[in-house]
């Protein structure tokens, strides 16, 4: 697995803003879209393209487009919706499938409570939204998910992660026949006894969404 820490200060910046307890939900969604959107060109720059040419009013140019079958874009829900429209808006031709999954508070293990993914990956780049890369349950979980069903690569964004998460996705991938990045704005210094990144940014969906 390769980790890509992405060095920019505009990431730097946002992501400081992000963590700051006195950013309220509005601000901290708009951060979190723009951020998503910095990492998603980083993220993509493996995307599978094809030669064409164009017709521009003074001669024909070679280019490439976007190849078949399109990139697949996954947002863990709940916390990973609040990444999809900064990720689509680089990627707007891509398909979008979702997985639901929850972590138990007290066994930090995940469940899946919902799928809407096709069945069939094969061939398929896919891009996982997750905000937090903590013990690394979730995000193996839908990894091992979307390799089951096939994909030929994937790519997950991740605005922190902690060290105890990539040493975890390490030890799943392990098993696993598909090779995986993960892109994101900052490599944290540990997990909590609660299992929360430190210094973290807090609970992101509840940060994105309210305490529901
Ligand atoms: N999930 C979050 O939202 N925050 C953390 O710090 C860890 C997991």
Known sequence: MRTHVVD???IAHKLTALRDERTDSPTFRRLADELVTLLAYEATRDVRVEPVTVATPVAPATGVRLASPKPLV??????????????????????VGFLGMVRDEETLQATTYATRLPDDLSGRQCYVLDPMLATGGTLGAAVQFLADRGAESVTCICLLVAPEGIAHLDEVLA?????????????????NELGYIVPGL??????LYGVV
Do not use: K
């Open 202 to 207: 807090g609970d992101a969906g509840d940060r």
């Open 8 to 10: 920019h200060p505009l």
């Open 74 to 95: 996954v947002p863990i829900l709940r916390a990973g919706l609040g990444m999809l429209d900064g990720m689509m808006r680089l990627l707007p031709t891509a398909e």
């Open 175 to 191: 098993s696993l026949n598909v090779p995986v990045t993960v892109v994101t704005a900052a490599l944290d210094d540990r997990l």
